[in-house]
């Protein structure tokens, strides 16, 4: 009996470890903070946006103009040098992209 209960006990230890038990998410791209930045440049080609931006805590990154991917190639009809917009970023395969965006007000 104690060698079912016991062999029961480590079966199931995997699966209790597995659970977060209420621990706080960071915040996702979809929820996270947004950053804000002035679209520099298009390049529907390459299917980026050059965006001057602040501090990017979601990746890391300071202060600094950088081309970023898109998560919807739309956004590059939608968007002209100059426009003022509040971004998030993720990391997607080693890239920068920009996950969602609306326009600044």
Sequence with gaps: MRLLLSLL???SLPAVAQHDHGAP?????????????VVRKI??????VVIQHGQLDS???????MAFGVADKSWLTRL??????????????GNAIVSR???AK
Excluded at 43 to 48: C, N, P, S
Excluded at 81 to 91: L, S, V
């Design 80 to 93: 002209k040098p100059g426009d003022r917009i509040r971004f998030a970023a993720e990391m997607k395969g």
């Design 101 to 103: 965006y609306e326009m």
């Design 59 to 65: 990746i890391g990154m300071p202060p600094m103009t």
């Design 9 to 11: 006990l480590a079966l």
């Design 43 to 48: 390049d529907k080609a390459a299917g980026e």
């Design 25 to 37: 998410k960071a915040a996702s791209a979809a929820t996270g903070p947004l950053a804000d930045g």
